[in-house]
């Protein structure tokens, strides 16, 4: 069946560090990708997203590009901040069958001042 | 838009005993789905509904589980004769057909089985 698989956590970082979370998948043809995040006491909600080969979502200052070559969904910052700490969920939507989300199991960001 | 509403935020219960948790959807989303989530693990799909219609349950949700969504509004969960297993925060979301993609997530029922 279809899985995602991320780097595993946690991560801890510099203000101003670049950010990269690794993320893999597999799946039968071609998923939609996304990431969510998790702010402390939040509920998830939607990063960005990219629904096609060699696509790019971008929110926030964060980006992923959708690579099927390598099968991977990588998301990347060039300067993280405080407030970006927060638990990352990369997560993928078959086009066949039910509509579901398939999640990562997420990678924890800390971020120090 | 008052977002995805889960009600309760904290549920602590005997084993063998029944709970039963509701989600309230963002008023005009007609799909609405369970996830659970367990500590250090992302969300696993449980179950959706589109409108009224529960179209697919996963094989983590046992005979002890039940899901309904009447009306196609609110929706209840219930887990009958919980086990230590079934602690877990369980998680509520919904969106619409036409922007299935992007689910709006609730904050979650925290099931603590004793």
């Known amino acids: 069946g279809d899985s995602v698989t991320q780097m595993e956590g946690p991560v801890t970082l510099s203000e101003e560090a670049f950010l990269t979370i690794n993320c893999t998948y597999t799946a039968t043809g071609y998923p939609s990708l996304f990431w969510y995040v998790q702010y402390p006491g939040e509920g998830l909600q939607l990063l960005l997203k990219a629904t096609k080969a060699d696509d790019k979502g971008s929110n926030k200052g964060f980006e992923a590009t959708y690579r099927k070559e390598t099968t991977s969904f990588h998301l990347e910052k060039g300067s993280v901040q405080v407030s970006d700490s927060a638990v990352y969920f990369c997560?993928?939507?078959?086009?066949?069958?039910?509509?579901?989300?398939?999640f990562g199991q997420g990678t924890r960001l800390t971020i120090n001042p | 838009d008052t977002g995805v509403s889960q009600d309760p935020r904290h549920k602590i219960t005997k084993r063998g005993q029944n709970v039963t948790f509701r989600c309230d959807p963002i008023s005009e989303h007609n799909r609405l789905y369970w996830y659970r989530q367990t500590l250090g693990q992302g969300p696993e799909f449980l179950t959706y509904?589109?409108?009224?219609?529960?179209?697919?349950k996963s094989r983590l949700l046992s005979d002890r589980f039940s899901a309904e969504r009447p009306k196609g509004s609110f929706s209840t969960l219930e887990i009958q004769r919980t086990e230590q297993g079934d602690s877990a925060m369980y998680l509520c979301?919904?969106?619409?057909?036409?922007?299935?993609?992007?689910?709006?997530f609730g904050s979650g029922t925290q099931l603590s089985v004793l």
């Open positions: 509904f589109q409108n009224e219609a529960q179209l697919e």
């Open positions: 979301a919904s969106s619409q057909t036409e922007v299935a993609e992007k689910l709006f």
């Open positions: 997560a993928l939507m078959g086009r066949r069958g039910a509509q579901k989300l398939v």
